[in-house]
């Protein structure tokens, strides 16, 4: 069978030069806010990475590259991020499958595809959190 042809796929979410910290802070639930900050640190130390502001409310780390199996289509994303939406704080996260017996030791927590949803940070374990997140920023 032959292979597919790369094609880089131009997305809407992409990467800008506004302040992560002045984005954190003009989130009006305060909860959001701490909880927030204390997911850029984790993940900053995790990642080695500085944080960029995707659009207008992704907070990422790193860069990679993901090519589809199936359409050959290439895409851009960061490695590991978060979005502290008005339901929840979305983690993008690598393989959550992979992980397991780590979500069920979490706490309070929902999952998607490649998204992991915490309503507040004092829900969960946050060593097992970082457990997750630190795997999924070694991944390739």
């Not at 002045?22 to 701490?34: G, P």
């Not at 659009?55 to 990679?64: A, D, M």
């Not at 992979?98 to 927590?109: F, M």
Request: aromatic content about 6%; hydrophobic content about 35%.
């Amino acid at each position: 069978m032959a292979e597919k042809k790369s094609k880089l796929v131009e997305i809407k979410t992409k990467p800008t030069t506004a302040s992560v910290e002045d984005f954190i802070n003009q989130l009006a639930d305060e909860q959001k806010r701490k909880d927030s900050f204390v997911l850029l640190e984790m993940m900053k130390e995790a990642s080695g990475e500085e944080p960029t502001l995707w659009s207008s409310s992704v907070i990422g780390f790193g860069n990679k590259r993901f090519k589809s199996p199936n359409t050959g289509r290439e895409v851009d994303w960061l490695r590991i991020g978060f979005s502290p939406r008005k339901a929840n704080l979305s983690l993008y996260l690598m393989s959550l499958e992979e992980h397991a017996d780590a979500l069920q030791r979490l706490g309070k927590h929902k999952t998607g595809v490649g998204c992991l949803y915490i309503n507040k940070l004092e829900e969960i374990d946050l060593k097992v959190l970082r457990e997750i997140i630190d795997a999924s920023v070694s991944q390739k």
